[in-house]
């Protein structure tokens, strides 16, 4: 399946120079060189992965990412800036950015990374697992073993976030920005309250697949164990 792309870049050479090494790897790509060309391309095709640059010429990337998730909260966001400092970067994931990769940057690396977030196997059949836990993405059933187990519609979003981040920590930041929206009255307390209600009826058997990351976040694990 040819996966499609948006990069939303005003360097023109830059632009021209990954489009071409998207290109040449099996991918549909486009560029917009400013904020709302980029927003519209994205209502136009649908993108499954948009490449967004923080410092554009018409709109901060902090505005074109908010507006993105607001028309598609599932689409895939990569941060793509010349800004490297553990500030920026945290700054970046922190809104809820699925990545963040640094200019210049390795081919290589990118291909990855895109590869990462993008792997079918994840989604094969619209399923989600991580050990003996399942989550049909069509029916929304969720089993652990052969228990089945249900869920409010938040603690349902809020298990598909943390298995299509699979071992990876998602900051409390980053989980109210996906799963509430960023509602500024919602306090980030909100999230540990969702956690402890999912561990009580994710992790009610060995391994436990939810864990904590103290001072950071939150985090589900495959373990060899499971």
Same mark, same amino acid.
């Given at each position: 399946?040819?996966?499609?792309?948006?990069?939303?870049?005003?360097?023109?050479?830059?632009?021209?120079?990954?489009?071409?090494?998207?290109?040449?790897?099996?991918?549909?790509?486009?560029?917009?060189?400013?904020?709302?060309?980029?927003?519209?391309r994205c209502v136009q095709i649908k993108p499954e992965l948009v490449l967004l640059d923080l410092h554009l010429p018409d709109i901060?990337?902090?505005?074109?990412?908010?507006?993105l998730k607001e028309l598609d909260p599932e689409i895939v966001i990569i941060m793509f800036t010349s800004q490297d400092t553990p500030?920026?970067?945290?700054?970046?994931?922190?809104?809820?950015?699925?990545?963040?990769?640094?200019?210049?940057?390795?081919?290589?690396?990118?291909?990855?990374?895109?590869?990462?977030?993008?792997?079918?196997?994840?989604?094969?059949?619209?399923?989600? *697992?991580?050990?003996? %836990?399942? @989550?049909?993405?069509?029916?929304?059933?969720?089993?652990?073993?052969? =228990?089945?187990?249900? /869920? $409010?519609? *938040?603690?349902?979003? %809020?298990? @598909?976030?943390?298995?299509?981040?699979?071992?990876?920590?998602?900051? =409390?930041?980053?989980? /109210? $920005?996906?799963?509430?929206?960023?509602?500024?009255?919602?306090?980030?307390?909100?999230?540990?309250?969702?956690?402890?209600y999912l561990r009580k009826k994710i992790d009610f058997k060995e391994p436990k697949l939810i864990h904590s990351k103290r001072g950071?976040?939150?985090?589900?694990?495959?373990?060899?164990?499971?």
């Amino acid at each position: 399946m040819q996966h499609t792309i948006v990069l939303i870049e005003d360097d023109k050479e830059i632009g021209k120079y990954i489009q071409e090494v998207l290109i040449q790897n099996g991918y549909d790509c486009y560029v917009e060189e400013t904020g709302t060309a980029g927003i519209n391309r994205c209502v136009q095709i649908k993108p499954e992965l948009v490449l967004l640059d923080l410092h554009l010429p018409d709109i901060p990337g902090t505005d074109v990412f908010n507006k993105l998730k607001e028309l598609d909260p599932e689409i895939v966001i990569i941060m793509f800036t010349s800004q490297d400092t553990p500030e920026s970067i945290a700054r970046g994931l922190n809104i809820g950015a699925d990545d963040y990769i640094t200019k210049p940057v390795d081919t290589n690396v990118l291909l990855a990374r895109l590869k990462a977030r993008l792997r079918s196997p994840a989604h094969a059949n619209n399923k989600l *697992q991580v050990g003996d %836990l399942t @989550v049909d993405e069509s029916s929304h059933e969720i089993k652990r073993g052969d =228990r089945k187990i249900q /869920l $409010s519609a *938040q603690e349902y979003k %809020l298990l @598909v976030f943390l298995m299509q981040n699979v071992n990876r920590v998602l900051t =409390r930041e980053m989980i /109210l $920005s996906r799963i509430w929206h960023g509602s500024p009255d919602i306090e980030t307390r909100v999230v540990d309250v969702y956690i402890g209600y999912l561990r009580k009826k994710i992790d009610f058997k060995e391994p436990k697949l939810i864990h904590s990351k103290r001072g950071f976040g939150y985090m589900i694990k495959q373990t060899l164990e499971s």
